[in-house]
C-alpha cells in the first residue's frame, strides 16, 4: 500500500516558467512534509519541508503548499533553471523524527534552456 | 564537516552471497537510517537505529538486519541474496529526535548493489 503517491513520473517545463511537483498521501497522521532532490549517482539531498500545522512554507525559489483535507501537497519552483533537472522525491514523516521517512516514487524534473 | 559516507560504492555478488554493507554517519548525528531505492518503488525505509539500538523496521524480510557501533557507524548486512536485492542501498544520518524538529535526512550516496 502506497501511502505518498507521486503520480507524475516525469515533468519537462521550458527554463524561466514554474514547476509544480505534486504528491498525494493517504495518511493522515502524518504530520511532517519534505522534498528531497536527487542527481543521478548522488544521494537525496533535502530542499524544504512543512509542518502539517501550516498551508505554505517557502524558501527563496521554492515553494511547498500543503491542503490538509485534500491530502495534497505540491512542490513550486519559480523560476526554473536547466541545474533544477533531477528526480524529486515526496516524503511523509509520521514517527516523531525517528528516521523512518515514507517516499513517494519520485519525479523526473527537465528544465529545458 | 563531512558528509555521510557509504562503502563500498559499488559491488556485484550471486544469488546465495551474502553482503555488507558500510555507513559512516555526519559527525555528531547519532541516528542512522537505511533506504532502498529500486527503479518504480521510490525509496523504501529499511531500519533505523538510535545509540545502537533498532528503533523502527520497515518491511523487509529477515535476511536484512543491521547494527550500529558505539561510535554510530552502521553496517546493513543482506543474507542469501536474491536478484531482487539489486538496487541502490542508501544510508541517511539524522540529529537525536526532537533536537531539529525537522525529519531532515542526510543521506550518502549509497551503494550500488548488483546480484547477478
Known amino acids: 500500500d502506497q501511502q505518498v503517491k507521486q503520480n507524475s513520473p516525469s515533468l519537462s517545463v521550458q527554463e524561466g516558467r514554474i514547476s509544480i511537483l505534486n504528491c498525494d498521501y493517504t495518511n493522515s497522521m502524518f504530520d511532517y512534509f519534505l522534498w528531497y532532490k536527487k542527481y543521478p549517482a548522488e544521494g537525496p539531498t533535502f530542499l524544504i519541508s512543512?509542518?502539517?500545522?501550516?498551508d505554505k512554507n517557502e524558501d527563496g525559489r521554492f515553494t511547498v503548499f500543503l491542503n490538509k483535507s485534500a491530502k495534497h501537497l505540491s512542490l513550486h519552483i519559480v523560476p526554473s533553471q536547466p541545474g533544477d533537472s533531477a528526480v524529486y522525491f515526496c516524503?511523509?514523516?509520521?514517527?516523531?523524527?525517528?528516521?523512518?521517512?515514507?517516499f513517494g516514487q519520485g519525479t523526473t524534473l527537465q528544465v529545458k534552456p | 564537516k563531512a558528509g555521510v559516507t557509504q562503502t563500498p560504492r559499488y559491488l556485484i555478488k550471486t544469488r546465495g552471497q551474502q553482503v555488507t554493507l558500510s555507513c559512516s554517519p555526519i559527525s555528531g548525528h547519532r541516528s542512522v537510517s537505511w533506504y532502498q531505492q529500486t527503479p518504480g518503488q521510490g525509496l523504501q525505509f529499511l531500519f533505523e537505529y538510535f545509540s545502537e539500538t533498532q528503533r523502527n523496521k520497515g518491511n523487509f524480510p529477515g535476511r536484512f538486519s543491521g547494527r550500529q557501533f558505539s561510535n554510530s557507524r552502521s553496517e546493513m548486512n543482506v543474507s542469501t541474496l536474491e536478484l531482487g536485492d539489486s538496487a541502490l542501498y542508501l544510508c541517511?544520518?539524522?540529529?537525536?529526535?526532537?533536537?531539529?524538529?525537522?525529519?531532515?535526512?542526510?543521506f550518502g550516496e549509497g551503494s550500488r548493489l548488483t546480484v547477478l
Open positions: 541517511a544520518s539524522s540529529f537525536p529526535a526532537g533536537s531539529t524538529g525537522t525529519g531532515e535526512l542526510f
Open positions: 516524503a511523509a514523516d509520521g514517527s516523531s523524527n525517528t528516521g523512518k521517512l515514507i
Open positions: 512543512i509542518s502539517s500545522i501550516k
